[in-house]
């Protein structure tokens, strides 16, 4: 008899986990859960959590006492360049060949020596065509004059007439403009001579050569650069108010990075320059050799400004907020002392001090050091920083 086809499968059933094997788990929760109490048992102190008993000791703290003012002296400074009275850029009027170039980069010259020169040689033919010229003008003048003066022998005997000796009067005279226009064209080519020779204007010291000899110099073209020696100013702006306090011909002392330089106010311009917003005071170096041109000078000026207020270091600062800053005053209380917090407003800032005003009164205790321990309200004990700098001098 034929067996039915069996499907593969169709008998087997999902193995499901029994009751044993989950109390079995749940035991083993309860163990590891039972461990860990005990565990955090131990760890805990057996006397419990540590309560503070005793205060902490006030911080001590140094403190300045205020001492207020009614207005403080700003030292401002104001810079400006050292350079020579005068500087020039030297050229040939008229174009040409240049000949020589006597003076090179840092040579000292002196005043109205030759620096340079054109190639001349075309100039000087013209001269002596000119020469020539008055030399032959001359000839015709004294023709002129005997010819004028046998007019004139010849008039007195009746020989000629009136108009005779006027025409050799007349002819005399235009003989002699011949011989003035010679020599003003012999002139004119010497003038042109001497400008083709450079020549010094004021003693100095060359600064740039821009070109050799044989080089085309065009007209006007520098060829030189000098710069005036003996002579050594220095131009600051100032702001208008200030300007007006410098009195002309008074003696100043500038500084710059070699030392202090000593000068006299030679002028100020009193024209605000629209740029800058400043007035141009001139100061002339009383001694040019201390510095070079060029080099940056400072003057300082005291000015008081009539602000109340009071000194304070700037450690002694913390931020506030809306610009402002706070400053932790000492103040008394009947167990001690306590740091309270004061608004202040900075008016002026130098180097490791500030000068600021607020709600602190004359003889209170600012606290200078270790801010960044202080909160307010906290017991303080003040160590006066004045008090202590007297007694250690002492």
């Known amino acids: 008899m034929t067996q039915p086809y069996e499907i593969p499968g169709d008998d087997v059933r999902e193995k499901k986990p029994s009751w044993v094997k989950g109390i079995i788990f749940m035991l083993l929760m309860v163990v590891v859960a039972v461990g860990l109490l005990v565990a955090a048992t131990r760890l805990r102190s057996v006397e419990g959590p540590r309560v503070a008993e005793v205060a902490p000791a006030p911080l001590t703290v140094r403190v300045v006492t205020v001492k207020p003012a ?6 401002e400074s104001y810079s400006g360049l050292t350079e020579a009275r005068r500087t020039s850029q030297l050229g ?68 000629v007439s009136q108009q005779r000796v006027d025409e050799a009067d007349a002819q005399a005279n235009t003989a002699l403009a011949r011989i003035d226009a010679a ?12 400008l083709a020779q450079i020549r010094a204007p004021f003693a100095g010291v060359v600064t740039k050569r821009f070109s050799d000899e044989g080089a085309i110099a065009a007209p006007g073209q520098p060829l030189l650069e000098l ?25 100043y002392t500038l500084t710059s990075d070699t030392g202090s330089v000593a000068a006299t106010l030679r002028n100020v311009t009193g024209v605000i320059d629209s740029s800058q917003r400043t007035v ?21 000026m005291d000015r008081s400004v009539g602000e ?35 608004p202040v407003e900075m008016v002026h800032s130098e180097g490791d001090r500030a000068y600021v005003r607020g709600p602190v009164q004359p003889g209170e205790r600012i606290i200078v050091d270790g801010l960044q321990r202080i909160t307010p309200g906290m017991p303080v004990t003040p160590r006066d920083v004045t008090a202590a700098a007297n007694t250690n001098g002492g």
């Open 308 to 342: 109340e207020g009071f000194w304070v270091p700037v450690k002694a600062l913390s931020a506030a907020s809306r610009g402002l800053w706070n400053v932790y005053i000492a103040e008394p209380r009947e167990a001690g002392w306590t740091a309270v917090p004061r």
């Open 70 to 75: 009614e207005s403080f002296d700003l030292q």
């Open 183 to 194: 020599k003003a064209q012999a002139d004119t080519l010497r003038v042109q001579i001497d």
């Open 92 to 159: 040939f009027p008229s174009g040409g060949r240049i000949a020589t170039v006597a003076a090179d980069v840092g040579d000292r010259v002196k005043a109205g020596e030759a620096l340079a020169r054109l190639d001349t040689r075309a100039l000087d033919a013209q001269l002596a065509s000119a020469n020539a010229v008055v030399e032959e003008a001359r000839a015709g003048y004294e023709l002129a004059l005997s010819s004028a003066e046998r007019q004139r022998t010849l008039k007195a005997q009746g020989h």
């Open 280 to 300: 141009t005071a001139v100061f002339e170096i009383d001694n040019p050799d201390v510095i070079a041109a060029g080099a940056v000078v400072r003057l300082s």
């Open 227 to 251: 710069v005036e020696l003996g002579v050594l100013e220095a131009r600051l702006g100032l702001p208008a108010p200030v300007a007006s306090r410098l009195v002309p011909g008074d003696d």
